[in-house]
């Protein structure tokens, strides 16, 4: 059977993060949606989304295809009923959301017209991401189901290096992994270490934690749970709540809180933001779809940005603040909650960052990795900035 994961109506909410990628590489936990797929059909799988992100993500079709929504995170039970899915029935949950149907190759551009179709109502929970503040606030439940799904019948490194683990709760060291004179307390969730990560001396971690392949803590890091590092990544200062998709570096001190980083960006150091209002009020977020702020049901959120976005040395951020893709702050003074996408400037006020410019940075910032900024991803930015120009 061949998987495909597709980007449902919903897409737009989880905005800036979907500009720069379909819904399934979206990290929560330790895994991207996809890779939470992967593991648990044993088979790869491919994409359905916008037109300008297909030449990075192409679908492959083949005569019978399972299509699943992919802002759904995978389980046992999902999985049973997904691989039972007989030609022309689709499985929704209670909301009536399309959580997967099977189709033949001509009926791919059916996706959520489910006329003529079988239903069949799946009434067991699952995790599924609406907004994009539910990848910070369903991480903890994330990382627990994501720790199980790849640690399970694994032996893990020890931690060494005068390393500190309080409590007997779950711990896993994936093979060269470095760990100096930290303190890690398992007692409020596992805490998983990737491949070749690296803590230095003096870092302080509360789970539940998941830190990926190659990413670093800075020396004296200060961790709340639940929060993710993704690959790549460089840390510093104080974290809580919050996940870094890869690629992107908070390196100094600081504090971030119940945020959302994309891959690319950059906090220079002293950067702060505010996770919660002086009133204790419920923070509203800015939503691409409706073109306003909604309210969100939490007392705490602070921060989503888009990919290849930065900011200098001392940037304050205000409660509920969405950063677009690729913009550039500074200056002092809170900018405004929300900061369109290729924007420069700050609490001053804005210009337009040109697209060829921001190719230029993007190059060099690749570069940095041993990696090519190539002409899809390219492609793929000049496609966002035409997108979001009139936002602007």
């Known amino acids: ?195 070749n990560a690296e803590i230095m001396e003096g870092s302080l971690i509360r789970g539940p934690f998941a830190m990926c392949d190659y990413s670093t803590l800075k020396m004296g890091t200060k961790i709340y749970g639940a929060t993710t590092i993704g690959p790549f990544s460089k840390v510093g200062g104080e974290i809580n709540n919050c996940v870094i998709f890869g690629y992107s570096n908070k390196a100094h001190d600081g504090f971030l809180g119940h945020s959302v980083i994309g891959e690319w960006c950059n906090l220079g150091a002293g950067t702060n933001n505010s996770n919660l209002k002086n009133n204790y009020k419920e923070v509203r977020l800015y939503n691409y779809p409706q073109q306003s702020f909604i309210p969100t049901d939490l007392q705490f959120c602070g921060m989503i940005m888009g990919d290849h976005s930065k900011c200098a040395i001392n940037t304050m951020f205000n409660t509920g603040t969405v950063v677009g893709v690729n913009s550039s702050i500074f200056g002092s003074g809170f900018p405004r909650n929300f900061i369109p996408s290729f924007s420069w400037g700050g609490h001053a006020g804005f210009s337009k960052f040109d697209v060829n410019k921001a190719i230029e940075v993007a190059k060099l910032v690749y570069e940095r990795r041993n990696l090519k900024f190539d002409e899809i991803e390219q492609d793929i930015l000049r496609s966002v900035f035409d997108i979001t120009y009139n936002n602007f």
């Open 1 to 195: 059977m061949n998987y495909i994961l597709f980007d449902n109506f919903r897409r737009n909410n989880l905005l800036p993060l979907t500009y720069t990628r379909p819904v399934s590489e979206i990290r929560i936990g330790i895994l991207t949606i996809r890779e939470k797929w992967e593991n648990y059909l044993g088979k790869k799988t491919s994409t359905l989304t916008e037109d300008y992100l297909r030449k990075k993500f192409p679908v492959v079709k083949e005569e019978n295809n399972i299509l699943i929504n992919a802002s759904i995170c995978p389980n046992e039970k999902l999985i049973k009923e997904i691989k039972a899915l007989k030609s022309n029935e689709v499985l929704v949950a209670a909301d009536e959301v399309i959580i997967a149907m099977h189709l033949e190759s001509k009926e791919l551009e059916k996706v959520e017209d489910t006329k003529g179709f079988k239903e069949l109502e799946f009434k067991s929970d699952f995790l599924k991401i609406n907004n994009v503040w539910d990848i910070f606030a369903l991480n903890k439940q994330a990382i627990i189901d994501d720790f199980e799904l790849i640690t399970k019948g694994r032996k893990s490194l020890e931690p060494g290096n005068n390393c500190s683990v309080i409590g007997n709760g779950k711990l896993f060291i994936e093979e060269g992994a470095k760990i100096f004179q930290a303190t890690i307390n398992t007692t409020t969730g596992p805490v998983y270490i990737g491949k």
